[in-house]
């Protein structure tokens, strides 16, 4: 039987890497770039996913989580290859703490703002939804940023639009 820790952890693995795939697409000549006045730029984007990544510890090391003790936003990243390197640093930071059994998985964590709780939820779940999923909305967003600037979009769950075309019978 699985249990809940292999499943994120494979999940987990797999996302990451798929991120990371992303993130090696972007050319440092592309971090001040932004498709519109109000939104973020290549490079704060990829601070930005960067600093979900290093979310884990928040999640898995603790019960509660005040918003107000969170750490400060890093800032974007003067090249890639350093960007890529804080990922790699908080990806491998993350996955040990995975390894928790499905009780402790289970246990109820609290998200609180000076002290007071707004809501709770299975680790897991928090896990799941607040570090891998929005891991993965923000990679969404940067794939988008790599289409408009004419950067080939790295296939994630399979063949993208500058892949090779399938072959059918």
Not at 105 to 114: C, D, E, I
């Amino acid at each position: 039987m699985m249990t809940i820790r292999d499943g994120l952890l494979a999940e987990f693995d797999h996302e990451m890497a798929a991120t990371r795939r992303m993130l090696r697409a972007l050319p440092d000549d592309r971090l001040a770039w932004k498709p519109h006045d109000r939104s973020r730029s290549a490079g704060e984007l990829t601070a930005h996913i960067i600093d979900i990544a290093g979310w884990a510890p928040h999640i898995l090391g603790v019960l509660r989580f005040d918003l107000d003790a969170a750490p400060a936003t890093r800032f974007p990243p003067t090249s890639m290859a350093a960007a890529l390197a804080h990922f790699d640093e908080e990806t491998a930071r993350a996955r040990p703490l995975i390894d928790c059994t499905d009780s402790e998985l289970g246990a109820m964590w609290s998200v609180l703002r000076g002290g007071q709780e707004l809501f709770s939820m299975p680790r897991s779940a928090a896990f799941r939804t607040f570090v891998i999923g929005h891991v993965v909305h923000h990679r969404g967003q940067l794939s988008v940023y790599l289409r408009l600037n004419d950067i080939i979009v790295p296939p994630i769950y399979g063949p993208t639009a500058d892949s090779e075309p399938v072959k059918t019978l």
